[in-house]
C-alpha cells in the first residue's frame, strides 16, 4: 500500500522559509508523479505544484510561481517543497498526493 507522509509544517514570519517533506512509502517516487496541494480554512483545495514521475518536470500555481520550488530526491523516495518569501495568504493544511493516495497534510501558518 502506498503512504504518503507530509513533515516540515510549522509557524513562520511573513518573509520566512520552511521546506517540506514528503515521505513516500510502498512505491518509488520515480515511477509516479507527486503534487502539493494546499487548503485554507474556508476554501477548497489547491493544487500548487507537482513534480513528474520520469523527467522530474515541475508545475507550479501563479500564487506560488517563483516563491516555491520542488525537487525529488529518489533514493530516500522524498518530495521536498521550498517555500520562500513566504506570506499570510500561504497559512494553510499543506498535502502531498499521488493518483488517489493523500498525506495526513501538515499545518503551515504565516504570521504578519
Known amino acids: 500500500e502506498v503512504q504518503l507522509v507530509e513533515s516540515g509544517g510549522g509557524l513562520v514570519r511573513a518573509g520566512g522559509s520552511l521546506r517540506l517533506s514528503c515521505a513516500a512509502s510502498g512505491t518509488n517516487r520515480g ?3 507527486i503534487g502539493w496541494f ?3 480554512p474556508g476554501k477548497e483545495r489547491e493544487e500548487i505544484s507537482c513534480i513528474g514521475s520520469s523527467d522530474g518536470s515541475a ?3 501563479d500564487s506560488v510561481k517563483g516563491r516555491f520550488t520542488i525537487s525529488s530526491d529518489n533514493a530516500k523516495n522524498t ?6 518569501s513566504l506570506k499570510p ?5 499543506y498535502y502531498c498526493q499521488s493518483h488517489s493516495y493523500w498525506g495526513q497534510g501538515t499545518q503551515v501558518t504565516v504570521s504578519s
Do not use: G, I
Request: a negative charge; glycine letters at 0%.
Open 59 to 61: 508545475y507550479y500555481a
Open 79 to 84: 518530495v521536498y517543497l521550498q517555500m520562500n
Open 89 to 93: 495568504e500561504d497559512t494553510a493544511v
Open 38 to 40: 494546499r487548503q485554507a
Open 31 to 33: 515511477d509516479r508523479a
